[in-house]
């Protein structure tokens, strides 16, 4: 037996719907489909496909988490089929936001749809930010200032690629550069365009196809009070103030 038998049995049972008639709206005979649900065949993926059709559910699922360990009325759907993890509230109701810590950030490619990993995170309510399902994840390095490493960014989930605004923050889980926060822009083909904050680090792109989360920036949860040290681009601000300043000054000596 496999997890994807476990599943299809367990929603086929659910939905009180015999093995005779399930085969006969996926197109196969019940024989084809009972080695399916014993586990003694693999399904195709134009079966994974048809089944995962008929329960509104989405493949990922179907192979890689218990169903039985979850409600499945009360998941987010998303294009493409596509789902995640139902969101939790604490005894009064308010949305519960998953940190994911420094020490458990390795795991979250693997874990991120999977219940238990998502449940076993350490959890924080923030009663000020407003509706959606939001996340916390840690900063590193120095590419994103004034945000330090230590901190934690908590992001909004963003439901669809087109809800992405240029010029603004996102935390991306990607299958090839794992997690990453940066500043992103649409200005290329079927990819996003990733800024850093710090010129220091180059620009690069990431092919839509290749990612797996976005989440926009919310707020910063930090323990450093450090007073941001002045650029040369501040201090030309401050000297063009000034100078705005004494030429109102002037303007206004001559009118009287």
């Known amino acids: ?14 939905h009180q719907i015999s093995q005779e008639k ?26 994974l496909k048809k089944i995962a059709h008929h329960y509104h559910i989405s493949i990922d699922l179907l192979l890689a988490v218990d169903v039985r360990k979850i ?23 308010e949305n519960v936001i998953e940190v994911v810590t420094q020490k ?3 795991g979250y ?6 219940p238990e990993y998502i449940e076993s995170l350490q959890q924080i309510s923030l009663p000020f930010l407003g509706p959606g399902k939001h ?3 840690p900063v590193e390095g120095d590419s994103m200032p004034p945000h330090e490493e230590g901190s934690i960014i908590v992001g909004r989930y963003v ?13 991306l889980i990607t299958k090839n550069q794992g997690m990453v926060y940066k500043r992103l822009n649409k200005n290329k083909k079927n990819a996003f365009v990733l800024e850093s904050d710090n010129r220091f680090y180059p620009n690069f792109e990431v092919k839509f196809s290749e990612i797996l989360e976005i989440w926009e920036f919310e707020c910063n949860i930090g323990r450093t009070d450090k007073k941001e040290a002045v650029t040369e681009i501040d201090s ?18 001559r009118n009287i």
């Open 1 to 14: 037996m496999s997890l994807f038998s476990d599943n299809i049995r367990a929603l086929r049972i659910k």
């Open 109 to 114: 490619l693997n874990g991120y749809a999977d």
């Open 104 to 106: 458990v950030k390795a």
């Open 71 to 93: 409600d499945l009325q009360d998941l987010i759907k998303l294009e493409n089929n596509r789902l995640i993890l139902p969101i939790q509230v604490d005894a009064i109701g």
């Open 159 to 171: 439901e669809k690629l087109g809800e992405v605004q240029d010029g603004k923050t996102y935390i």
């Open 236 to 253: 030309l601000k401050a000297i063009l103030m000034e100078v705005k300043r004494e030429v109102k000054e002037i303007k206004e000596q």
């Open 135 to 137: 996340r916390g994840f």
């Open 22 to 47: 399930l085969a006969e709206q996926l197109g196969i005979t019940r024989g084809r489909y009972v080695k399916y649900e014993d586990g003694t065949s693999e399904a195709p993926y134009d079966i």
